[in-house]
């Protein structure tokens, strides 16, 4: 009974969730997106290229609305969820590349960081499901 | 007052017990109290009390905290030396701004105001007192500064220039009673209270010769009219009215709606060409001067700033930059503002939300393009600020991480941990404390576009607060920070990158006004 009503429940808050929000563009189901470079756990000196790799997807411009494509965002040392119903945060760990990018050269301070892909639509809200590369972390020397 | 001045007046019998007179160049702080008589007559046990206190609260430890030493107290003031010029200022600064603190909630006439001047020179150190031309000279600029300021002599001001961010007001060589030579004397500017003084009284003499420009002008129209065939002398009420906003730096307020004062300056430069009043308003030649809605703008004085901070790589190196006169918007361009563009088929897209909103989801080539619209439209060089321009403004002449001090407070900014509700849009314009210049919203509410191309740091940027463009520009820079960020963003210093021709939902603009 328990299990039955959690589920009505969150089947009522998915449902009221996603008819609020029109956001969330559907994706294809076999979409992959992941990091060409670096891969996890690799020792680094200096700066860095990191390239972005999207499989069964395509990558366009910020602001341009085609069926199954997107552009790139990459989140250093992100903790927090990705939150479905907003536009994916601009800051100094959400770096976007609306203009197409798909490689960049990162300069970070020594220590561990963790980067993660973050597949955008055109108004840069995730897609749905959420389409995320696998967390890499770095150790910078 | 007059115990301090009387330094070499005193217990000169005293010698340290080594032979050869200890001299020493030193930066002299002297600090006095405004209206001491004054105060003592109206309440002595009273205003004793609380001047000690002050020494023992707030005087003694800044000195200490900033490597100096106190050289000795009298009724109403006090005498400090210290090795560096800076400490000697930045403790002057502590002290002032403490004392604004502690004064805030007194009535005018109770307050305790020091004036402090501070000179650098070879002096006479001996165990409880010091002497010197270089003292002197301290005391006499401290004679000169106003309550609640800090003057300083131009050796410090040599000294400390490029290493004490805040602004200098030159005020020229004085003369200072019984010294030969005159002494070049600088006004600090640390805090909010004095710049906003200076501006006001610039403001009040830049009005009063305005005006004076205006009568004249008016004077002279109303004669030429009277000198024209009578049909047309109902014109001169409608003549002095439409000279006043085009000389006006703030033409448009933000809340009326009333186009009528903005119609006027196309007919005021050929009053004869307009048959008569009543038909003014349809027969205005240049329809789109007439209607545009100018964002509101404050005249910024010429300055310099010590720019960026050591928070953040990007901010680095700090470096001084001089800036030229300019006017900035009051706040960011709203919503309404930026509708007149769209209307008028010069700007991408049409902004939705409400009219005193920030407009949002601009990206840089969209704020270009207002730019142009309105220079075009209004026949005045408006143009996007430059990255030094709008950090210069921001700071509005202060020194701290924000620019109402180093703690964050609620109720100031927009930001997401500032103490106010993030909401899906950001308020209206205007709805948090406008900074020591006057200006709106510096700080948090929305990301405002800058002129300059992204570098990743300061190497190598102008020192003349020009815009730093350079070749290959795929990405600009953002300031201010936005409701979605947090309060690391809200700093003056702070600095961000975006694609130039992407659109995000938190970006929007600030116009600035200037050759």
Same mark, same amino acid.
């Given at each position: 009974?328990?299990?039955?009503?959690?589920?009505?429940?969150?089947?009522?808050?998915?449902?009221?969730?996603?008819?609020?929000?029109?956001?969330?563009?559907?994706?294809?189901?076999?979409?992959?997106?992941?990091?060409?470079?670096?891969?996890?756990?690799?020792?680094?000196?200096?700066?860095?290229?990191?390239?972005?790799?999207?499989?069964?997807?395509?990558?366009?411009?910020?602001?341009?609305?085609?069926?199954?494509?997107?552009?790139?965002?990459?989140?250093?040392?992100?903790?927090?969820?990705?939150? +479905?119903?907003?536009?994916?945060?601009?800051?100094?760990?959400?770096?976007?590349?609306?203009?197409?990018?798909?490689?960049?050269?990162?300069?970070?301070? +020594?220590?561990?960081?963790?980067?993660?892909?973050?597949?955008?639509?055109?108004?840069?809200?995730?897609?749905?499901?959420?389409?995320?590369?696998?967390?890499?972390?770095?150790?910078?020397? | 007052?007059?115990?301090?001045?009387?330094?070499?007046?005193?217990?000169?019998?005293?010698?340290?017990?080594?032979?050869?007179?200890?001299?020493?160049?030193?930066?002299?702080?002297?600090?006095?109290?405004?209206?001491?008589?004054?105060?003592?007559?109206?309440?002595?046990?009273?205003?004793?009390?609380?001047?000690?206190?002050?020494?023992?609260?707030?005087?003694?430890?800044?000195?200490?905290?900033?490597?100096?030493?106190?050289?000795?107290?009298?009724?109403?003031?006090?005498?400090?030396?210290?090795?560096?010029?800076?400490?000697?200022?930045?403790?002057?600064?502590?002290?002032?701004?403490?004392?604004?603190?502690?004064?805030?909630?007194?009535?005018?006439?109770?307050?305790?105001?020091?004036?402090?001047?501070?000179?650098?020179?070879?002096?006479?150190?001996?165990?409880?007192?010091?002497?010197?031309?270089?003292?002197?000279?301290?005391?006499?600029?401290?004679?000169?500064?106003?309550?609640?300021?800090?003057?300083?002599?131009?050796?410090?001001?040599?000294?400390?220039?490029?290493?004490?961010?805040?602004?200098?007001?030159?005020?020229?060589?004085?003369?200072?009673?019984?010294?030969?030579?005159?002494?070049?004397?600088?006004?600090?500017? +640390?805090?909010?209270?004095?710049?906003?003084?200076?501006?006001?009284?610039?403001?009040?003499?830049?009005?009063?010769?305005?005006?004076?420009?205006?009568?004249?002008?008016?004077?002279?129209?109303?004669?030429?009219?009277?000198?024209?065939?009578?049909?047309?002398?109902?014109?001169?009420?409608?003549?002095? +009215?439409?000279?006043?906003?085009?000389?006006?730096?703030?033409?448009?307020?933000?809340?009326?709606?009333?186009?009528?004062?903005? %119609?006027?300056?196309?007919?005021?430069?050929?009053?004869?060409?307009?048959?008569?009043?009543?038909?003014?308003?349809?027969?205005?030649?240049?329809?789109?001067?007439?209607?545009?809605?100018?964002?509101?703008?404050?005249?910024?004085?010429?300055?310099?700033?010590?720019?960026?901070?050591?928070?953040?790589?990007?901010?680095?190196?700090?470096?001084?930059?001089?800036?030229?006169?300019?006017?900035?918007?009051?706040?960011?361009?709203?919503?309404?503002?930026?509708?007149?563009?769209?209307?008028?088929?010069?700007?991408?897209?049409?902004?939705?939300?409400?009219?005193?909103?920030?407009?949002?989801?601009?990206?840089?080539?969209?704020?270009?393009?207002?730019? %142009?619209?309105?220079?075009?439209?209004?026949?005045?060089?408006?143009?996007?600020?430059?990255?030094?321009?709008?950090?210069?403004?921001?700071?509005?002449?202060?020194?701290?991480?924000?620019?109402?001090?180093?703690?964050?407070?609620?109720?100031?900014?927009?930001?997401?941990?500032?103490?106010?509700?993030?909401?899906?849009?950001?308020?209206?314009?205007?709805?948090?404390?406008?900074?020591?210049?006057?200006?709106?919203?510096?700080?948090?509410?929305?990301?405002?576009?800058?002129?300059?191309?992204?570098?990743?740091?300061?190497?190598?940027?102008?020192?003349?607060?020009?815009?730093?463009?350079?070749?290959?520009?795929?990405?600009?820079?953002?300031?201010?920070?936005?409701?979605?960020?947090?309060?690391?963003?809200?700093?003056?210093?702070?600095?961000?990158?975006?694609?130039?021709?992407?659109?995000?939902?938190?970006?929007?603009?600030?116009?600035?006004?200037?050759?």
């Amino acid at each position: 009974m328990k299990i039955v009503c959690c589920l009505a429940l969150s089947a009522l808050l998915v449902l009221s969730s996603s008819a609020a929000y029109s956001q969330g563009k559907p994706a294809p189901k076999d979409a992959r997106l992941y990091f060409i470079t670096p891969h996890d756990g690799q020792k680094i000196r200096g700066g860095f290229w990191v390239r972005f790799g999207l499989r069964n997807m395509g990558v366009t411009h910020a602001g341009d609305d085609y069926q199954n494509s997107g552009h790139h965002h990459l989140l250093i040392d992100v903790n927090d969820p990705i939150d +479905p119903k907003e536009p994916i945060p601009q800051d100094k760990s959400h770096l976007h590349f609306g203009a197409g990018q798909t490689e960049t050269f990162l300069e970070l301070p +020594p220590g561990t960081h963790t980067l993660q892909l973050v597949l955008g639509d055109a108004k840069h809200y995730p897609f749905d499901p959420p389409i995320v590369s696998s967390k890499v972390s770095v150790r910078i020397r | 007052m007059g115990e301090i001045r009387n330094f070499k007046s005193g217990n000169q019998g005293e010698r340290p017990p080594h032979g050869a007179v200890p001299r020493r160049l030193a930066a002299i702080i002297v600090g006095d109290i405004a209206s001491y008589s004054r105060l003592m007559q109206a309440d002595e046990e009273g205003t004793h009390v609380r001047v000690k206190r002050i020494e023992r609260d707030l005087i003694q430890p800044s000195i200490v905290e900033h490597h100096g030493s106190l050289v000795k107290t009298t009724g109403d003031g006090f005498i400090a030396i210290f090795d560096s010029p800076v400490e000697a200022v930045r403790c002057s600064i502590v002290i002032q701004q403490n004392l604004v603190g502690r004064n805030a909630s007194l009535p005018k006439d109770s307050r305790i105001e020091y004036r402090i001047g501070v000179n650098l020179g070879d002096v006479i150190v001996e165990s409880d007192d010091i002497y010197g031309d270089g003292v002197n000279i301290a005391t006499r600029i401290e004679g000169i500064a106003e309550p609640g300021q800090v003057f300083i002599s131009g050796a410090i001001y040599e000294q400390i220039k490029h290493k004490v961010v805040c602004g200098y007001e030159s005020l020229g060589d004085r003369k200072v009673k019984n010294i030969t030579d005159p002494v070049r004397v600088y006004r600090v500017l +640390p805090d909010a209270d004095a710049v906003s003084r200076t501006r006001g009284r610039r403001e009040n003499i830049l009005i009063f010769f305005l005006s004076l420009a205006l009568l004249v002008i008016a004077g002279y129209v109303l004669w030429y009219m009277l000198a024209q065939p009578g049909s047309q002398v109902g014109q001169h009420a409608a003549a002095p +009215p439409a000279v006043a906003p085009t000389a006006s730096p703030t033409p448009a307020e933000p809340g009326s709606t009333a186009p009528a004062p903005q %119609v006027a300056p196309a007919a005021s430069p050929s009053p004869t060409a307009v048959p008569s009043p009543a038909a003014l308003p349809s027969l205005v030649p240049l329809p789109s001067t007439a209607s545009i809605r100018e964002p509101e703008m404050v005249a910024i004085r010429a300055g310099s700033l010590a720019m960026g901070s050591i928070d953040d790589p990007t901010e680095r190196p700090v470096h001084q930059v001089a800036i030229k006169p300019f006017a900035i918007g009051k706040y960011p361009v709203t919503v309404r503002e930026w509708n007149e563009c769209a209307a008028a088929k010069a700007c991408g897209f049409t902004a939705i939300g409400k009219d005193d909103a920030p407009v949002t989801n601009v990206s840089w080539t969209d704020a270009q393009q207002y730019a %142009v619209w309105l220079a075009q439209a209004t026949k005045k060089p408006y143009r996007l600020p430059s990255e030094a321009e709008w950090e210069y403004a921001a700071r509005g002449g202060t020194q701290t991480k924000y620019w109402w001090g180093d703690k964050l407070q609620p109720g100031m900014a927009a930001c997401k941990d500032c103490g106010d509700v993030s909401a899906d849009q950001p308020v209206k314009v205007g709805s948090f404390k406008p900074n020591p210049f006057g200006l709106y919203d510096m700080g948090g509410g929305v990301d405002q576009w800058v002129a300059d191309c992204w570098h990743k740091n300061y190497q190598g940027a102008p020192a003349d607060g020009s815009a730093w463009i350079g070749a290959d520009c795929t990405s600009h820079v953002l300031r201010s920070g936005s409701w979605k960020n947090d309060a690391r963003y809200v700093r003056p210093a702070n600095r961000d990158s975006y694609d130039t021709n992407v659109r995000y939902p938190t970006h929007g603009l600030r116009i600035a006004l200037g050759p």
